[in-house]
């Protein structure tokens, strides 16, 4: 392990001391640190960040005496030093404070998410990763999904609210007797046409969320995906989603978790930066919802924006 730098005495090394910690994300990566040692691609995954910012901060961290780390085979792991004296009040400080951050809680779900799989991919057997690999290669990744929409009941009506391009529209059209798919953008609406026009069971309108064009207690089940950060009012179209539900009807949403990546909310336009679990329970419940629930989709190692939230209720 690399030895801890002295205890700041003098004021420049005091500074530096203070100017180590003064960045957002230098302190997420600390108190992920913290428990246990990670590799630079552990903490990227976990926080959401490019390597190359990554390894900047951490060759920071290092040269203030916050982090050591150690080479193990071509990786380099590293940890938390240990604090003492003016350090370790510092951090006591610094971690009370950050305690309630909700990207805190985002980067510590994301790093159990890739433990969980690099451990997981110890334990498998050759011939069980050679398979999945096979199968893949010559099945493609979908073939699950198709397995899983077979599940739907045969006679439910179902509409996709937000339906952009028609995929999915196109997808759930082989599974249920009716689907509807709801968007305002001409462009995508034309795509989705495209997408649906063999199919008989599938039909594309053109609507406002917050004020759907469609019938009361119409569908047996509504999706609403990646569509809430892009509105001005996301209360009110699952208030509007729950209203063209029957009885028993269930609503799905996914959509993104709050965050705080300013540069991913400008470049994709959005009205919103994500979601927290408190408020998405409460529009729910609002909208006359019951067993509403939001959980965590788990990451996906290739996906390069904010984590993902499932949020689901009962008519």
């Given at each position: 392990?690399?030895?801890?730098?002295?205890?700041?005495?003098?004021?420049?090394?005091?500074?530096?001391?203070?100017?180590?910690?003064?960045?957002?994300?230098?302190?997420?990566?600390?108190?992920?640190?913290a428990?246990?040692?990670?590799?630079?691609?552990?903490?990227?995954?976990a926080v959401?960040?490019?390597?190359?910012?990554?390894?900047?901060?951490?060759?920071?961290?290092?040269?203030?005496?916050?982090?050591?780390?150690?080479?193990?085979?071509?990786?380099?792991?590293?940890?938390?030093?240990?604090?003492?004296?003016?350090?370790?009040?510092?951090?006591?400080?610094i971690?009370?404070?950050?305690?309630?951050?909700?990207?805190?809680?985002?980067?510590?779900?994301?790093?159990?998410?890739?433990?969980?799989r690099?451990?997981?991919?110890?334990f498998?057997?050759?011939?069980?990763?050679?398979?999945?690999?096979?199968?893949?290669?010559?099945?493609?990744?979908?073939?699950?999904?198709?397995?899983?929409?077979?599940?739907?009941?045969?006679e439910?009506?179902?509409?996709?609210?937000?339906?952009?391009?028609?995929?999915?529209v196109?997808?759930?059209?082989?599974?249920?007797?009716?689907?509807?798919?709801?968007?305002?953008?001409?462009?995508?609406?034309?795509?989705?046409?495209?997408?649906?026009?063999?199919?008989?069971?599938?039909?594309?309108?053109?609507?406002?969320?917050?004020?759907?064009?469609?019938?009361?207690?119409?569908?047996?089940?509504?999706?609403?995906?990646?569509?809430?950060?892009?509105i001005?009012?996301?209360?009110?179209?699952?208030?509007?989603?729950?209203?063209?539900?029957?009885?028993?009807?269930?609503?799905?949403?996914?959509?993104?978790?709050?965050h705080?990546?300013?540069?991913?909310?400008?470049?994709?336009?959005?009205?919103?930066?994500?979601?927290?679990?408190?408020?998405?329970?409460?529009?729910?419940?609002?909208?006359?919802?019951?067993?509403?629930?939001?959980?965590?989709?788990?990451?996906?190692?290739?996906?390069?924006?904010?984590?993902?939230?499932?949020?689901?209720?009962?008519?």
């Amino acid at each position: 392990m690399k030895q801890l730098s002295p205890d700041p005495q003098s004021p420049p090394a005091f500074v530096r001391t203070l100017g180590g910690v003064a960045d957002t994300a230098r302190i997420r990566l600390l108190r992920l640190m913290a428990a246990r040692e990670l590799g630079v691609s552990d903490l990227c995954e976990a926080v959401q960040l490019p390597q190359s910012t990554v390894s900047r901060h951490l060759k920071i961290l290092s040269e203030e005496g916050w982090v050591a780390h150690r080479r193990e085979g071509t990786s380099h792991l590293y940890k938390m030093e240990l604090q003492s004296g003016v350090r370790a009040g510092l951090w006591e400080a610094i971690r009370g404070a950050s305690e309630e951050w909700k990207e805190v809680a985002q980067d510590t779900k994301r790093l159990e998410s890739a433990l969980r799989r690099r451990t997981g991919r110890h334990f498998i057997a050759g011939s069980a990763a050679e398979w999945q690999s096979m199968r893949e290669e010559a099945y493609g990744r979908l073939f699950p999904l198709e397995a899983a929409l077979g599940l739907l009941p045969r006679e439910w009506h179902v509409a996709d609210l937000g339906c952009a391009s028609g995929l999915l529209v196109a997808n759930l059209a082989r599974h249920v007797r009716k689907v509807v798919g709801v968007d305002h953008d001409a462009d995508m609406l034309k795509a989705a046409e495209a997408h649906c026009k063999d199919l008989k069971n599938a039909e594309i309108v053109q609507g406002d969320l917050r004020h759907l064009p469609l019938k009361d207690a119409q569908f047996d089940a509504a999706l609403m995906i990646l569509v809430l950060a892009w509105i001005e009012d996301p209360a009110k179209a699952l208030a509007e989603a729950a209203r063209v539900l029957k009885p028993g009807g269930k609503l799905v949403v996914v959509d993104i978790q709050h965050h705080d990546r300013t540069d991913f909310y400008r470049s994709m336009r959005q009205r919103h930066m994500g979601f927290d679990e408190k408020t998405m329970l409460g529009w729910l419940k609002k909208a006359g919802l019951s067993d509403a629930k939001v959980q965590a989709v788990p990451h996906d190692p290739e996906a390069k924006g904010p984590a993902l939230f499932l949020a689901a209720g009962m008519k």
